[in-house]
């Protein structure tokens, strides 16, 4: 069973991911398969630079990620030619990462994505869970943690689905406004469930 882990910026999605591991889970990123299809020598890296020169190039050959953002949430056009040109190839590798990940001896595998509706990877899955905070949460946890304005995460936000969108598109729901034990508990829940249906 291929389990669907979302939520917008700043909900907790890889702190939730790290307890469902220690309860046995496997689990593949899709923001860590995002950076591995623009590493130097990627296609993908070679079409960016192309479109929007060293401006989102750091010396070392690597994407300056935070001048590209910078650009791509400013203009939708661009937002949607960068995903045209990523998204194929970040599907096709979560594909791979996800089939080696079956392969092993783990009750289900989670698939974790800001993006599982809005980038059609929802179809690669059995169940949905959304991780859900506040908006202003949201906004608070993801300055701390990025050192980004408010404006840019606003920005972020706009581009993802609304807190109410993913909430009904969910067939679960973990509450990762309060503390961390509260969290364990909700996973430890829901851990429980997906082993039942499979009677692992």
């Given at each position: ?18 307890a ?129 304005s ?6 972020i ?18 509450d ?25």
């Open positions: 069973m291929i389990i669907g882990l979302t939520g917008g910026i700043g909900s907790g999605k890889s702190t939730v991911a790290r469902f591991e220690t309860l046995g889970a496997a689990w593949v990123d899709a923001d860590d398969v995002a950076r591995e299809v623009v590493l130097p020598g990627e296609p993908a890296l070679l079409a960016i630079k192309n479109r929007f020169g060293d401006q989102v190039m750091h010396q070392d050959g690597k994407l300056n990620r935070a001048a590209l953002r910078d650009i791509v949430f400013k203009d939708p056009e661009q937002r949607q030619w960068l995903e045209s040109v990523t998204h194929p190839r970040i599907r096709e590798r979560l594909l791979q990462h996800l089939e080696r990940l079956k392969a092993q001896d783990a009750p289900y595998v989670l698939l974790v994505s800001p993006l599982l509706f809005e980038s059609g990877q929802s179809a690669l899955v059995n169940r949905a869970v959304v991780v859900d905070v506040p908006k202003a949460l949201q906004l608070s946890r993801t300055q701390q943690r990025d050192g980004v408010e404006s840019q995460v606003r920005a936000l706009a581009a993802q689905l609304t807190r109410e969108q993913r909430l009904a598109k969910a067939d679960d729901v973990i990762n406004s309060g503390d961390h034990a509260s969290m364990m508990v909700q996973v430890a829940q829901l851990d429980e469930c997906y082993r039942q249906q499979l009677n692992y």
